[in-house]
Nanobody
Framework: QVQAVESGGDLVQPGGSLRLSCVVSAVILDYYNIGWFRQAPGKEREGVGCISTNNETTFYADSVKGRFTISRENAKKTVYLQMSGLRPEDTAVYYC???????????????????WGQGTQVTVSS
């Protein structure tokens, strides 16, 4: 587990777009799988998606499929979550998490993850 720093959150109107960034500065990002998670007020944290070390992406929330994409720039130690067609129900604090082994392992053990950053707030509202 390596802590990351999220940024890019903002207030946006429904239908708008945002790009979130996750910077993992302490390691060689090439070796890490990065997952995006979100937590809405009064709800449990949920998995959004993950990008593996070989750039395979998996999305866990059906509601974001086709609207969100994940990409990485290893040289910049940064992973991006591009969000489009934003809906009020996307309002949440967004976090990223790291795993050296795999996205599957990251999601399976997320309840034990204790290296969360401060997250970045996304608010979708008119």
């Amino acid at each position: 587990q390596v802590q990351a720093v999220e940024s890019g959150g903002d207030l946006v109107q429904p239908g708008g777009s945002l790009r979130l960034s996750c910077v993992v500065s302490a390691v060689i990002l090439d070796y890490y799988n990065i997952g995006w998670f979100r937590q809405a007020p009064g709800k449990e944290r949920e998995g959004v998606g993950c990008i593996s070390t070989n750039n395979e992406t998996t999305f866990y929330a059906d509601s974001v499929k086709g609207r969100f994409t994940i990409s990485r720039e290893n040289a910049k130690k940064t992973v991006y979550l591009q969000m489009s067609g934003l809906r009020p129900e996307d309002t949440a604090v967004y976090y990223c998490a790291t795993d050296f082994w795999s996205c599957d392992r990251l999601v399976r053990l997320i309840g034990q993850y204790d290296s969360w950053g401060q997250g970045t707030q996304v608010t979708v509202s008119s």
